[in-house]
């Protein structure tokens, strides 16, 4: 079934591409989910807790081993196609430099700051970091030539692949060293694939062959890739820094409960960054025709964003303990509270990314990247002191600094559209989350789940009815719009 669809579409269309990545990367996330619930449950709360700071230490390094190039070295293919080898090697050089940089500071880290962790563990996150890199590497030259399918279709058997393994090794056997090592592996198996099919599919052309560039080129990768890698290093204090923050301050118990709520949330941070990655297009392409229908798609995807995300975080909210029961077990009972939480901060995230779209579809990417330093230092601080008393509080300070960087996200998004979206939207826009948000934690946890299931119908059923008005107010007040001409 899938093939007769592939057929359907040439090998370099948007649909092809799209819909590949779309479903792949769900299904990609899904089942890492169940993996990642597999493992929780194998190792103590305290084991899948290092296992967590592990991999935010490798995500902080990897960020600095990527020199932020992905965007860069992409673009020079998609401009270049006929002549993708030489960029590729180029890319090789600069990648090899931003690997070396970070598995030495890696390597300083672990020793100075993480002194008890074996000479083995060091190896096999080096090793990540290397096989990361290569992935990055082969992906950029897979993105520029259109050719998308190969990144899904490889990270979904692989990911399957990885979820058998870890059935089938015995739960006496399985350890964070384990883990990372069957994990590591699979990576580099992955970089092995990905080779293949890239030069299998003659991905790797040459036109013009200028012997002894590569230094040149990949220097010039590096330097125009800096303020990518900026906004990457800042955003990893505001989502992997935290997770240090919290294993230094309360221990690798709480970043079980942070992390496991984390991974239950996957699904739906996926679907938010695809959707956004699919209006870009389409809001740049407006912003140029027509402003006042810029606007308008503005107004309808917030509304749109804060409805679906309310929902999402209410039925999470009244159920969270019988969620995490019936996944982790009585181990992660901690967890609810915590999931329930960052529930409701996927909708501001949703809100930022959303905001990210509209500044570069405006053109106003330098803009953008000043927001992304503030909203670091701000949050930073707020974040450091809340994981002084847990994930609860951890997950609570995320929501507390995702409202004072919306404060001035609003503004400055206010004011790339023609005219500001009027005081009264504004109101019933976040009205519409902050009463659900304060309802939500006013229903006490152990109430039966009969009572639980009738409140949360009738919570449902109340916002339906105000959300049909409200939307009704919508299509009369753009009827009368249409009509006063």
């Not at 083995?120 to 890199?133: D, K, T």
Request: proline content about 3%; hydrophobic content about 50%; aromatic content about 16%.
């Amino acid at each position: 079934m899938i093939k007769v669809f592939l057929e359907k579409f040439p090998k370099k269309s948007f649909v092809r591409n799209f819909s590949v990545l779309l479903s792949t990367n769900l299904l990609v996330s899904l089942i890492g989910m169940v993996t990642s619930i597999y493992i929780a449950r194998v190792l103590s709360p305290i084991h899948y807790g290092e296992y967590a700071v592990i991999l935010s230490t490798i995500a902080i390094f990897q960020v600095m081993a990527s020199m932020g190039l992905s965007a860069t070295v992409t673009r020079a293919v998609a401009r270049n196609q006929e002549n993708s080898k030489p960029i590729f090697k180029a890319s090789i050089w600069a990648y090899s430099g931003g690997f070396f940089i970070a598995s030495f500071f890696l390597l300083l880290y672990m020793l100075l700051v993480n002194e008890t962790n074996s000479g083995f563990m060091i190896v096999l996150m080096i090793l990540s970091l290397f096989s990361q890199s290569l992935w990055s590497i082969f992906e950029n030259i897979a993105f520029g030539m259109q050719r998308m399918e190969y990144s899904g279709l490889i990270n979904l058997i692989l990911t399957g692949l990885l979820f058998v393994t870890y059935i089938v090794i015995p739960k006496a056997y399985i350890s964070v060293a384990l883990v990372l090592m069957v994990t590591v592996v699979a990576q580099l198996f992955k970089d092995g694939l990905y080779y293949y099919f890239c030069k299998k599919n003659k991905l790797f052309t040459v036109e013009v062959f200028e012997k002894g560039s590569y230094k040149t080129n990949a220097f010039q990768f590096v330097k125009d890739s800096l303020p990518f890698l900026i906004m990457g290093g800042f955003s990893m204090m505001s989502n992997q820094m935290p997770i240090l923050f919290l294993n230094a301050n309360s221990g690798a118990e709480q970043v079980a409960f942070f992390n496991t709520a984390n991974k239950l949330l996957l699904p739906i941070t996926l679907f938010i960054t695809t959707a956004m990655t699919a209006l870009f297009p389409n809001l740049s392409k407006i912003y140029l025709v027509d402003k006042e229908s810029y606007k308008e798609k503005i107004k309808t995807s917030l509304f749109a964003i804060a409805l679906l995300g309310i929902f999402g975080a209410i039925t999470v909210s009244f159920f969270r303990s019988e969620i995490v029961s019936l996944l982790y077990g009585k181990a992660y009972q901690n967890t609810g509270l915590v999931m329930a939480y960052q529930c409701w901060f996927i909708i501001a995230f949703a809100f930022f990314c959303f905001f990210g779209s509209v500044f570069s579809s405006s053109d106003k990417q330098k803009l953008l990247s000043y927001l992304s330093i503030a909203y670091a230092v701000v949050s930073v601080p707020i974040l450091w002191v809340g994981s002084h008393y847990g994930a609860e509080y951890l997950s609570l300070a995320f929501i507390i600094t995702s409202v004072i960087n919306m404060s001035y996200h609003w503004y400055f998004m206010q004011k790339t559209l023609p005219t500001p979206l009027t005081n009264t939207f504004t109101l019933k826009l976040f009205g519409l989350i902050i009463l659900p948000f304060g309802f939500c934690f006013l229903i006490p946890e152990n109430l039966g789940l009969g009572l639980k299931i009738f409140i949360y119908l009738c919570t449902i059923g109340v916002i339906g009815l105000l959300v049909k008005n409200y939307i009704i107010s919508l299509i009369n007040e753009k009827f009368l719009k249409s009509n006063s001409f």
